[in-house]
């Protein structure tokens, strides 16, 4: 995992964003799937503007969801990452609200592998999303 981020100092620096599109299914059956897939073009592209300074790694998972791999010296740096995207997402010229969930999981403390990473930044992808719709957020 480390010969992506050579000059990281340890294994504890790398951490793993999932995310997710809130309110894409509204997208694509208001809009069309053709708007759908330019809504993630410009997800893409946001992630890329923010993500890619910073020494990030940026994958499509699948569907609307997306992955960062990232080094970051604190969870500070993370957090503030994860609302440069919103924020970067909410400058967006499209006539829908553009927004991402983000759940994240940190290298070490028993997540030691690619699974444990995948499926604790999925967890915690999923805890955001419940206290988004338990605050009425629309998400779906």
């Known amino acids: 995992m480390l010969s992506l981020f050579p000059n990281a100092d340890q294994a504890e620096d790398v951490y793993l964003l999932m995310m997710d599109a809130d309110g894409f299914k509204q997208i694509n059956d208001r809009y069309g799937h053709v708007e759908g897939d ?7 592209t946001a992630l890329k503007d923010v993500c ?15 992955v960062v791999l990232q080094k ?37 403390d028993g997540v030691d592998t690619w699974q444990d990473l995948l499926r604790a930044a ?3 992808l999923y ?10 957020v629309q998400i779906r």
Not at 38 to 44: D, G, P, T, Y
Not at 80 to 94: F, K
Not at 127 to 136: C, F, L, P, T
């Open 38 to 44: 330019h809504a993630l073009q410009v997800v893409a």
């Open 52 to 66: 890619s300074p910073a020494g990030g790694f940026i994958a499509r998972y699948g569907g609307d969801e997306f």
């Open 72 to 108: 970051a010296a604190a969870e500070q740096d993370i957090m503030r990452l994860c609302a440069a995207i919103n924020d970067e997402l909410a400058r967006a010229e499209v006539p829908y609200l553009l927004r991402m969930s983000i759940g994240y999981a940190r290298v070490g």
């Open 122 to 124: 999925d967890a915690e």
């Open 127 to 136: 805890r955001v999303k419940y206290e988004k719709k338990k605050a009425g």
